[in-house]
């Protein structure tokens, strides 16, 4: 069993170094992947296209959370019609624009090492998912679930109660894996263990049980027993 080294801060009480976990449930942009750039690109668009303010605009944005209650902040006027069109917009804007994702240090290792017992757990559509790992090339899970299968986004803890039952296990024996606030609260509220990345946030604003750089700051070990985070 490990103990934290000097690239691991603590942040809550249940730190899951050296701990065997049932399953790891995985965020993607941010987390996995890097799409910042694309969805700056796309969202300035979309903007510019509907005559939002670019204030507005960060207002109502938020890392993690769903296009679709984005665009529902963005347009708190309009009818139900008008956001629709606006979603698919991004939509087909983000799908078709993945220059520069990439996937994230660790990344590849940490899905490899899950196997079986990973799941991707990502506020994007489907199809932008599909895009975007593809793009990264990463090699994705049988279990993945997206804003279009589920009711409720993050920070609601639906998505991940989602992934932990596709899987089989009991959400308390799991590992979130996030890098946004909002996803932090839907691991916590889901019962799991959290571990967070900095690669979008800085580490005060991250309430997460475990706070790291990136995910090739931690080893990935499986076994029979679950798998189990180790320090690099």
Known sequence: MGVPGPALAAGGSAVP????????????DGTLVDSTASVVRCWVRLAEELGVGLDRL????????????????????????????????????????????VALPGAVAALTAAGARGAIVTSCTRDLAVARWSAAGLPVPAVV???????????????????????????????????APAGLVAGRAAGAATLAVTTTHAAEDLDADLVVPDLAAVRWHADADGVTLLPA
């Open 58 to 101: 960060r207002a109502a944005a938020g890392h993690g959370r769903p296009a679709r209650d984005i665009v529902a902040d963005l347009l708190p006027g309009e009818d139900e019609r008008v956001r629709a069109a606006a979603l698919a917009r991004i939509t087909e804007l983000e799908v078709a624009d993945v220059e520069g994702v």
């Open 17 to 28: 170094v050296g701990r065997a976990h049932a399953a790891v449930l995985f965020d993607m």
């Open 145 to 179: 679930v997206t804003a279009d299968d589920v009711a409720r986004g993050k920070p609601d803890p639906e998505p991940f109660l989602s992934g932990a039952r596709l899987l089989g296990v009991d959400p308390a024996r799991c590992l979130v894996v996030e890098d």
